[in-house]
């Protein structure tokens, strides 16, 4: 008889139900700490996804979620399946996962698969932002967010997809941005320090209208493509973002005259900016005059 509950399992509990894991699929660490991440930041929300043993007591689904609670190191609320046939585990997960433009368009979304690029790239930017010495660039991962993952960084980022739109014509105005979410999100970024700013210059980069020489602007508009960024494997989304932050940043900031927008090795290194505070970059002196 199959049953179900919803229990409270606490860290030592999930240790005893791990013991009773065999033959399961490899264990992943990054859908573990995103799990645990999700835990951690009280963003846990109980579904229909979680915990089952066969009739046996042999653990067939949800290793993933016991190990991130032990690693979180808090009990959750989660849903416990038990007296499921053995022969279950063979068709476990075999099923199309649900990616993050589906979990966006049952929210009601429009641009949804966009607008996943670039809840994906912000959350990227947020994780590298939170943990020193974390950079970018490794944060961006090809793995799934879960669905509640999805629907949580929507709201957290609420507005961001107002942006895409600019995103895919500096995207297609500008020959060294490579992503329209990476474009999108460092918009977005600007636009929660500065919204005015932050429309006037993708007004500006898009239309190219009486810009001053070596205008942040003008420097975005005319930079060539990185031939290096395809060679070396890095993810489009950041270094687009790394690049139209840095070039928004100066103009938010009043800086008119750049004498590049290369990214540096102390920024490559580190793997982020930051578009919404007041730090200076590393590689120009701002220089005030007409933008």
Known sequence: MITTTIETVSPALAVEYLRRNAQNRKVTKKGVER????????????????????????????????????????????LVVRGLDPAVFEVLDNGRLRTAKDTLDVLGHEQSSAYGAVLKTLHAYAIACSRPGVSMFNCMTPARMENFEVAILSTEFDGAQQWIPFGKQIAQTCPAVGSISGAAAALYLGARLNPQATREFADAVISGANL????PALMLRNRAPAKERNQSGEPAQVTTFLLVAKALRFWIDGVTTVRSLRINSFERALGHLDPVTTRAFQNNAPAKGKR
């Open 212 to 215: 001053a020489p070596n205008s």
């Open 35 to 78: 799990i645990a991440r999700a835990i951690s930041e009280d963003r846990w929300l109980v579904t229909c996804q979680g915990i089952g043993f066969d009739v046996t007591g042999r653990l067939v689904d949800g290793q993933h979620r016991l190990h991130a609670i032990v690693e979180a190191g808090k009990p959750v609320d989660i």
